[in-house]
């Protein structure tokens, strides 16, 4: 019996519109429940979660997309492209390892703690089902844009194939 070979699986340079559309919506629906579930704590943490929130992004901008094989084109969250007319482009070869990459990847990932933090906490000034209804659609997105990511964008990422990216290495068996 012939052993078993796996189809390679070929990259994007560009990728599909509907996935970006796809993958930008569900980011945008997280930062916006996101920044509901903190206005429990009044409008100025709100405000501050929401400036948090874009500074991530635009750190990750300026830092990760300018060292990126995607610089200048359309990726699978369509910054690559966005990054291109706003930073200069840096050394591809820094892409994953620079302090300042590390930095703007680490706000991301509080962006995705805080809300769930401040939803249970929440839930300790008292359970009610609009508290848990957040709460549930913040992690409901939370994983959508982990299944997504994972099965469709670093699946199909130079930069997970070239295993520049720790979080695409996650996305690609081979
Ligand atoms: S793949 Fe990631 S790092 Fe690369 S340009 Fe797109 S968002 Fe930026």
């Given at each position: 019996?012939k052993p078993?070979r796996?189809?390679?699986?070929?990259c994007y340079e560009n990728?599909?519109?509907?996935?970006?559309?796809l993958?930008?919506?569900?980011?945008l629906?997280a930062?916006?429940?996101?920044?509901?579930i903190?206005?429990?704590?009044?409008?100025?943490?709100?405000?501050?979660?929401a400036a948090?929130?874009?500074?991530?992004?635009?750190?990750s901008?300026?830092?990760?997309?300018t060292?990126c094989?995607?610089?200048?084109?359309?990726c699978g969250?369509?910054?690559?492209?966005?990054?291109?007319?706003?930073?200069?482009k840096?050394?591809?070869?820094e892409?994953g390892?620079s302090f300042?990459?590390?930095?703007?990847?680490?706000?991301?990932?509080i962006?995705?703690?805080?809300?769930?933090?401040a939803?249970?906490?929440a839930l300790q000034d008292?359970?009610?089902?609009l508290?848990?209804?957040?709460?549930g659609?913040f992690l409901?997105?939370?994983?959508?844009?982990?299944?997504?990511?994972?099965k469709?964008?670093c699946?199909?990422?130079?930069?997970?194939?070239?295993?520049?990216?720790?979080l695409g290495?996650l996305g690609?068996?081979?």
């Amino acid at each position: 019996m012939k052993p078993y070979r796996r189809r390679a699986v070929t990259c994007y340079e560009n990728y599909p519109t509907r996935l970006v559309a796809l993958n930008i919506l569900e980011v945008l629906a997280a930062m916006a429940v996101g920044v509901i579930i903190i206005a429990h704590f009044g409008l100025g943490a709100a405000l501050a979660y929401a400036a948090l929130a874009l500074l991530a992004v635009a750190l990750s901008m300026a830092f990760g997309c300018t060292r990126c094989h995607y610089y200048g084109r359309l990726c699978g969250t369509g910054l690559g492209r966005i990054a291109s007319l706003i930073f200069e482009k840096r050394d591809e070869e820094e892409f994953g390892s620079s302090f300042s990459q590390i930095v703007s990847w680490t706000l991301v990932g509080i962006t995705l703690i805080v809300p769930i933090a401040a939803g249970v906490m929440a839930l300790q000034d008292g359970v009610t089902s609009l508290h848990l209804l957040w709460l549930g659609a913040f992690l409901g997105l939370v994983a959508a844009i982990g299944v997504t990511h994972s099965k469709l964008v670093c699946s199909r990422c130079h930069q997970a194939k070239e295993k520049r990216c720790s979080l695409g290495r996650l996305g690609r068996s081979a």
